[in-house]
């Protein structure tokens, strides 16, 4: 298989430039494997119908993707690609008609193409076999795997379509938990749950080995565990040193935030903030623990960005807790101050005193003015148009968790109908996935024109998963803003 790009450049300093390269995955066989017993150790909400998902959800993902980052990938061959008859070739990495784009990069291509080496696939079948706890023949069988097949079983678990060995992997899907591209440099996660690890190992090989990555060896930052870590008392997950990109966004050239949450430990960021000013990567990075619940997850739950001056946000997180209006045992225990809190701490390299923030809206402000320079006013766009209870629905099915292609151009879900209204109501257009890419086929719209656009994706299996399009990007490369 020949490589895609022998190498790129990296670059994103914010959330909201031009968009022009990612990588992703493609669901894959595992996701179809996935039993209802299982569902919650792998991180999914429920069982998903892999086809469904495919065909009628993600493959619009990709399309889109192409029509905006490489269009010559896809310009003309819509029909052709639709047909009721057509197989998923352009979409299988193991195929060769897929689409095979050096800006649209599919994990699993990286993947076989480092397995070609055979130093590298003996040292990674090993790791792998060592994490999964296989045997010694089996680990012999596998070194013997042609790459494409092999990366095919890292990924999906099956040596073949019957015989599962391991686990699969179907939260790759969610390629920014990998890690994060800040400035030129790249921060690998170091995931809270074993559901991941995999992943994880396959990254950190994918970073180091890949030619793609080769100018930037010394630009990539693992996270480790504190000395002697394995000496602590207990299994309390805060005390692990844990993080995953949902939980890193880097907001301006010299600015990044890190929540702490379900999976981003308050070690785990505090080591990433370490990093960060060792290597004089930012200048700023801001810590904000949100509640650790499933509810919420990772900060890219609760809220993205729009615009310069634009944000979407979950509004019962958003704002600074309310003075107590009653005297009385009812409103006292009702009081947020006695469930998890919304804490909000700055820190500036060389400086002793960190900031705080008494709100999400109030750090965001301050970001818009004060780091992007935005000259009008600021828009919070509410989940669920900020009405219970469709402000909590929505947020659970991603209604905050949007991908910028562009500064004003987003993608979610088309389910989530309150938050739709929100974003018309601020003056944004709304349009379908599958009418839009007709009108790219037909140069009715031009992608680099479009503004201030929410597009709608098809939702009904991707939601299951619990992560929206923000998640399931991992940007390389952003044009400055």
């Keep these: 298989m020949t490589s895609p790009a022998k190498s790129i450049k990296l670059n994103v300093n914010s959330e909201i430039g031009t968009l022009r390269t990612l990588l992703i995955h493609s669901p894959d066989s595992g996701l179809g494997k996935v039993v209802p017993s299982k569902a919650q150790d792998w991180l999914f909400e429920d069982i998903v119908h892999l086809d469904t998902m495919r065909k009628n959800e993600y493959d619009y993902y990709i399309k889109l993707l192409l029509y905006f980052l490489d269009p010559g990938k896809i310009k003309g061959k819509l029909h052709q690609i639709d047909e009721p008859q057509a197989e998923r070739n352009f979409y299988k990495p193991d195929h060769t008609d897929f689409y ?22 003996e040292k990674l079948t090993a790791s792998v076999c060592a994490i999964e706890s296989c045997n010694y023949r089996l680990q012999q069988q596998l070194n013997n795997t042609p790459p494409i097949e092999l990366a095919k079983i890292f990924i999906s678990g099956s040596l073949n379509k019957d015989e599962m060995i391991f686990s699969p992997i179907p939260n790759l899907i969610f390629s920014r938990d990998i890690g994060i591209t800040i400035n030129n440099y790249f921060l690998l996660n170091k995931p809270a749950k074993k559901a991941r690890s995999r992943e994880t ?68 960021a505090h ?13 700023k990075v801001t810590m904000l623990k949100i509640p650790h619940k499933r509810d919420y997850m990772h900060i890219d739950t609760v809220f993205t960005q729009v615009k310069r001056n634009v944000w979407v946000i979950l509004g019962s997180l958003a704002k600074a807790d309310q003075a107590k209006t009653e005297d009385n045992p009812a409103s006292w225990f009702s009081e947020k101050k006695l469930k998890d809190r919304t804490e909000i701490v700055q820190f500036t390299a060389g400086e002793n005193k960190p900031r705080t923030f008494d709100s999400i809206e109030a750090l965001l402000t301050d970001i818009s003015t004060n780091d992007l320079h935005s000259t009008e006013q600021i828009q919070f766009i509410y989940s669920g148009n900020n009405t219970f209870p469709f402000d909590a629905r929505e947020q659970w099915t991603d209604s905050c968790n949007l991908l910028a292609i562009k500064e004003g151009v987003v993608l979610g879900y088309d389910r989530n109908d309150k938050t739709i209204e929100a974003f018309k109501q601020n003056g944004f257009s709304v349009v379908k996935v599958t009418d839009l890419l007709q009108q790219f086929e037909n140069d009715e719209i031009i992608p680099a024109t479009m503004e201030d656009t929410l ?22 490369f952003r044009d400055d803003i």
Aim: glycine share 6%; aromatic share 6%.
């Design 271 to 283: 080591e990433a903030v370490k990093l960060l000013f060792e290597n004089k990567v930012v200048q």
């Design 201 to 268: 190992l396959l990254a950190r090989y994918i970073l180091f080995n890949h030619p793609m990555f080769a100018n930037y060896q010394h630009h990539i930052l693992e996270i480790t565990e504190s000395i002697q870590h394995f000496l602590r008392p207990g299994k309390d997950q805060e005390e692990k040193t844990t993080l995953e990109g949902g939980d890193v966004m880097v907001v301006s050239a010299n600015h990044v935030i890190i929540g702490c949450s379900e999976r981003t430990s308050l070690s785990g």
């Design 455 to 476: 597009i709608l994706m098809p939702s009904s299996e991707l939601s299951r998963a619990r992560g929206g399009f923000h998640c399931m990007s991992l940007p390389l």
């Design 100 to 121: 095979a784009s050096n800006k649209v990069i599919e994990i699993q291509s990286l993947l076989a193409e480092i397995l070609e080496d055979k130093g590298i696939r």
